[in-house]
């Protein structure tokens, strides 16, 4: 099967984006996407977008993601800025001309894209989650305490360790730490434990933040699925928001990743989150699967 794909990132987090309107790619497996996502043998990317019609009424597209070792993800940050780019450039949608805007149907719900004059895409990510079981978390029997807002889930690692984390939901699952040195922290060690801890039945994103003051923070994050990347855009939206739950922050927060730099705003429980960032088309290209 030969398909065509476009090559795109977000500051850095890199996607494979296909048009599965024009193609068909049912046949695909999770086999599939990690080949497509290999770095070595595939064509490589942290995840794999997927354009797609809705099956619900008044979305203008379907929005699938997977993760480059092949598992479905409730949503992407970071890919949601590519995605309306790529509809926009393919000219899939007739209105985004004129609003600019797209609604989207992922796997947790809708969010609205918005292609700004200066090329950047501001996203609605719609409202944290903050309840454990619904991450899904276990926490039964782990002792928390509160800070402001949030409760903070203490997690033991394997050497002893205590880590105090903030668990939040952004439509998929973070883990979120506050360090005194982002650079110097154990991301890949600590970051690959956390992945997978038994706290996690469906594993976990796991963040660490760096707070510079109450309006900038810089990030690290170890993606479910994909080890650590150059930006992650949920992530970035959960450390802001468990940031200000714990009163370290004030919105608008500017996020300082690897790969780049985001803005973030929320304006409190229940209220959604705002990501405004970059997406960059980096080449065309076809590939027989
Ligand atoms: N890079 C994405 C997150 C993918 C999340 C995925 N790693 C998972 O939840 O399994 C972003 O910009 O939000």
Redesign the pocket.
């Known amino acids: 099967m030969e398909l065509k794909f476009t090559k795109m990132h977000?500051a850095g987090?890199d996607?494979i984006v296909f048009n599965a309107i024009e193609q068909d790619l049912s046949a695909l497996t999770a086999d599939d996407w990690r080949a497509l996502g290999n770095r070595q043998f595939g064509i490589g990317a942290?995840?794999i977008l997927l354009v797609e019609k809705p099956t619900i009424a008044g979305m203008d597209f379907k929005y699938t993601?997977y993760?480059n070792d092949g598992?479905l993800?409730?949503?992407?940050?970071?890919?949601?800025r590519c995605f309306v780019k790529y509809v926009y450039d393919q000219g899939l949608t007739q209105h985004l001309a004129n609003t600019r805007e797209v609604a989207v149907q992922i796997a947790t719900g809708t969010m609205v894209l918005k292609l700004n004059d200066d090329g950047s895409v501001t996203v609605n990510m719609g409202a944290p989650g903050f309840v454990a079981a619904d991450l899904p978390a276990v926490v039964d029997g782990l002792p928390t305490r509160a800070q402001a807002e949030d409760t903070l889930y203490e997690v033991q690692l394997t050497h002893g360790e205590r880590r105090d984390i903030s668990l939040v939901s952004?439509?998929?699952?973070?883990a979120v730490q506050i360090v005194t040195d982002v650079d110097a922290a154990p991301v890949l060690t600590e970051g690959a434990e956390l992945e997978v801890h038994p706290m996690f039945p469906r594993?976990?994103?796991v963040g660490f933040m760096q707070v510079m003051n109450p309006h900038h923070i810089k990030v690290r994050?170890f993606?479910?699925?994909?080890g650590e990347?150059l930006?992650?855009?949920?992530?970035?939206?959960a450390a802001v928001v468990a940031g200000i739950r714990r009163g370290v922050l004030t919105s608008p927060v500017r996020v300082s990743a690897r790969g780049g730099e985001l803005s973030i705003a929320w304006a409190g429980t229940g209220e959604p989150v705002l990501m405004s960032g970059p997406a960059v088309t980096v080449f065309d290209g076809q590939i027989t699967i």
């Open positions: 977000g987090n996607f942290d995840q993601i993760n598992s993800v409730e949503n992407c940050g970071n890919g949601a952004m439509g998929n699952p973070h594993r976990v994103n994050i993606e479910r699925g994909a990347t930006a992650c855009g949920t992530g970035a939206c």
